[in-house]
T-cell receptor
Framework: DGGITQSPKYLFRKEGQNVTLSCEQN?????MYWYRQDPGQGLRLIYY???????QKGDIAEGYSVSREKKESFPLTVTSAQKNPTAFYLC????????????FGQGTRLTVV | SQQGEEDPQALSIQEGENATMNCSYK?????LQWYRQNSGRGLVHLIL?????REKHSGRLRVTLDTSKKSSSLLITASRAADTASYFC?????????????FGTGTRLTVIP
């Protein structure tokens, strides 16, 4: 089946540790995105990538890093510099052109313990 | 921020009634999209309306767009308990040319059986 997959579904991190969230898609989409969602809030853009080997900062990129070495994969690393990392993280992909919908993964809930 | 805003933040109706949610945004757009999110899950695309369209239908969904007022509405007719979810509008950033999606804060809809 075609789709976008995030893993793990739940992730616990100790303070001071870096963690990496996985996002893989087999939809042949050029564009991929990472969003953060806090309880009762909308989605805020962390990073986006329109093409392989290129990515851009979104509204809240501080404390996060990404890579886009393959078209199918867009992993997000939450670094120790992110002061409030506990949140629900959503990855999405699209064809990256106008008037196209985004397809979302099921999300990763990150909790700092 | 280019983030939109939905109104109301929360809406509770009886099954069979219609539900109307509104979205306001700030910048010029190529299109506006509506998404649905069940609790703790990813977002699912519902409908896309282009900036040169004024109204669009999809099953029990009706979307309107008024670009002069920078607003949109989503109407769900004959609501069902299964429609209980959060609904988000999303606009693209036509001025940046990046085709990123900027999401509103969402309307939490509860349909009472």
């Amino acid at each position: 089946d075609g789709g976008i997959t995030q893993s793990p579904k739940y992730l616990f991190r100790k303070e001071g540790q870096n963690v990496t969230l996985s996002c893989e898609q087999n939809l042949n989409h050029d564009a991929m995105y990472w969003y953060r969602q806090d309880p009762g809030q909308g989605l805020r853009l962390i990073y986006y990538s329109q093409i392989v080997n290129d990515f851009q900062k979104g509204d809240i990129a501080e404390g996060y890093s990404v890579s886009r070495e393959k078209k199918e994969s867009f992993p997000l690393t939450v670094t120790s510099a992110q002061k409030n990392p506990t949140a629900f993280y959503l990855c999405a992909s699209s064809y990256g052109t106008e008037n196209t919908e985004a397809f979302f993964g099921q999300g990763t809930r990150l909790t700092v313990v | 921020s280019q983030q939109g805003e939905e109104d109301p933040q929360a809406l509770s109706i009886q099954e069979g009634e219609n539900a109307t949610m509104n979205c306001s945004y700030k910048t010029s757009i190529n299109n506006l999209q509506w998404y649905r999110q069940n609790s703790g899950r990813g977002l699912v695309h519902l409908i896309l309306i282009r900036s040169n369209e004024r109204e669009k239908h999809s099953g029990r969904l009706r979307v309107t767009l008024d670009t002069s007022k920078k607003s949109s509405s989503l109407l769900i007719t004959a609501s069902r308990a299964a429609d209980t979810a959060s609904y988000f509008c999303a606009t693209d950033a036509s001025e940046t040319g990046a085709n990123n999606l900027f999401f509103g804060t969402g309307t939490r809809l509860t349909v009472i059986p």
